[in-house]
């Protein structure tokens, strides 16, 4: 029997766009460079719906309430990172905020459940990906973002 590790975590991400922007929190190396983005969201605890873990999020780490727009799509990310094996299965929705109290944010700064601050802000695709710019995480989200096989996006059109 093999000792790989076993543990798979169970994400809800929320895509939330804002002039054609997508909002997502920076990702940062043990060395405190930003190496990528991703959506805000988290994990969906034991018992709970992935839509009811998402509001609890959004909730807890930003104040904010949302409302689901659309989804789940599913994405199950296998990763490394920083020599540590990561498996997720990850459900992403389009969602809005209720109120308008992020509107003219550029950054949104906000603290984990575990204590650690981070900061979010909107972020345009072609920002992303490239040679010098973060990554977008979870890898295979930009595919289905603009749709596998050059099909319209999962989600609609992209505002």
Do not use: C
């Not at 054609?20 to 605890?45: I, K």
Request: no cysteine.
């Amino acid at each position: 029997m093999s000792s790989l590790r076993s543990n798979i975590n169970v994400k809800a991400l929320g895509l939330h766009w804002r002039d054609g922007r997508l909002l997502a929190a920076e990702v940062r190396d043990s060395h405190g460079r930003v190496v990528g983005v991703r959506p805000l969201g988290g994990t969906v605890e034991f018992g709970e719906s992935s839509q009811s873990a998402l509001r609890r999020e959004f909730l807890e780490e930003l104040g904010a309430e949302i409302e689901v727009l659309s989804g789940p799509q599913v994405i199950e990310n296998i990763y490394v990172f920083e020599g540590e094996n990561g498996h997720e299965i990850m459900f992403i929705f389009e969602i809005g905020f209720v109120s308008d109290d992020y509107r003219n944010h550029e950054t949104i700064s906000f603290n984990e459940s575990d204590g650690t601050s981070g900061i979010a802000r909107w972020y345009a695709l072609d920002e992303l990906d490239r040679p010098g710019l973060p990554g977008l995480y979870p890898k295979g989200l930009r595919a289905l973002l603009k749709g596998s096989s050059q099909s319209a996006s999962a989600f609609g059109a992209i505002r």
